[in-house]
């Protein structure tokens, strides 16, 4: 076509979805299996599959909803979230799943030029958001080298040398990509920083439900926060595409501003996942806890598949799916050892450099029965002695 046809400068500078290429990878590594992707094993309820069998035929099915969401749906969200969530002053806008509720926060919130704040290891998918809605000032903050929670002291110099102050600053907790769960004083530390500064804190909680050890997850609500939750890895309802919004009810016109986004998006969530959503959270979050607790076992298991690393090389783990591991330091380029581990071990893992950690993994153990799982960790745990011992033999 020669050069008067041209790519959005926008969308070639984004990252490539590491996803995409781990599925490529999958493919070609015969017999390979995956703890890369962020899944869970279990399907939705099967009453509320049932359920949603007898709706196929119900025209209201076929036809866009409010863009908002379903009325019954939004109605039992914010019941939810009173009672679990402790949220009593937000409103609640059902999305296509969390990443696209990301999307439509920075578009609503966000201008091209802004600054926004992230921790590393950061969830790619909202980097990759911020660069593709021309967000290029991205300030990218530490963790603690032993716990990996965000540098709250690192986020109060940025909050006050930035000039003008960070738009919006965005935590996963539990994490995504380390399964770290950030502790409710460190949370409002951050949260009252963003607000001195004028600063939105965006807070994805998606494995809310994904908590260890006898952890207890909790919200904050102010008019300065935004929280994200999800349907996928709760109930089982990946490719359903169901996460909301829940955003300040006091803030003048942010309910217009979301709306106008979210029409140019999906117009509205999947209807017959709307109600599949609706009929899953009658089950209640006992339904999600008892499933929870199976992963346990996974955890351990990999855990055990990491020893060969070292005692220090492992983090997180005690929210979420995911565990954090440090490869030995001469493998700073964990794409190759990702590839290794893939064609000579057949096993896939996530490389940290996609979450701006290059020389670490990210390791899921939800996706698989603890049988398949077993099997999985077996071939990782021989790829790592293999790899500290005699490094990456082809």
Not at 32 to 55: I, M, N
Not at 261 to 276: E, K
Not at 346 to 366: A, D, K, Q, W, Y
Request: with cysteine.
């Amino acid at each position: 076509m020669g050069s008067k046809f041209k790519l959005a400068k926008r969308a070639l500078e984004t990252e490539m979805p590491v996803m995409v290429q781990i599925q490529e990878l999958i493919r070609g590594a015969k017999d390979a299996v995956s703890l890369a992707q962020g899944v869970v094993y279990w399907q939705p309820p099967k009453q509320a599959l049932d359920r949603v069998k007898e709706l196929v035929w119900e025209p209201s099915i076929s036809r866009y909803g409010a863009d908002e969401g379903i009325p019954e749906l939004r109605e039992a969200l914010i019941k939810k979230m009173r009672l679990e969530n402790k949220l009593h002053k937000s409103s609640v806008m059902v999305t296509a799943g969390a990443n696209q509720a990301f999307v439509n926060l920075v578009l609503t919130l966000c201008d091209a030029g802004d600054s926004v704040v992230m921790f590393a290891p950061y969830y790619f998918n909202a980097y990759m958001s911020f660069q593709m809605t021309g967000i290029t000032n991205i300030l990218v903050g530490p963790g603690d080298p032993k716990t990996l929670y965000p540098d709250a002291d690192w986020l109060e110099r940025t909050l006050l040398e930035t000039k003008p102050a960070p738009k919006l600053v965005t935590v996963v907790n539990p994490g995504n990509p380390t399964g770290t769960y950030i502790p409710e004083p460190l949370l409002k530390r951050i949260s009252d920083l963003c607000r001195d500064a004028g600063s939105w804190l965006v807070v994805d909680n998606t494995y809310e439900y994904f908590m260890y050890d006898g952890l207890k997850h909790t919200c904050l609500e102010a008019n300065h926060i935004v929280n994200i939750f999800s349907f996928s890895k709760a109930y089982g309802m990946m490719g359903w595409r169901v996460g909301y919004i829940a955003y300040p009810s006091e803030v003048d016109g942010f309910a217009a501003q979301l709306l106008k986004v979210q029409d140019n998006i999906p117009i509205c969530a999947s209807i017959i996942s709307q109600h599949l959503a609706l009929y899953s959270l009658e089950m209640g979050p006992e339904w999600v806890t008892e499933r929870v607790k199976d992963l346990v076992k996974n955890r351990e298991i990999v855990l055990e598949a990491l020893s060969p690393l070292g005692e220090d090389a492992v983090r997180g783990g005690e929210g979420a799916i995911y565990l954090w591991a440090k490869l030995p330091e001469k493998y700073v380029d964990d794409f190759k050892v990702v590839h290794w581990l893939a064609h000579r071990h057949g096993v896939v893992v996530i490389p940290g450099t996609s979450c701006g950690c290059p020389g670490n993994l990210r390791i899921s153990f939800g996706g698989l029965i603890e049988s398949d799982c077993k099997d999985a960790a077996e071939r990782l745990k021989r790829g790592f002695e293999e790899l500290v011992r005699d490094g990456m033999v082809v």
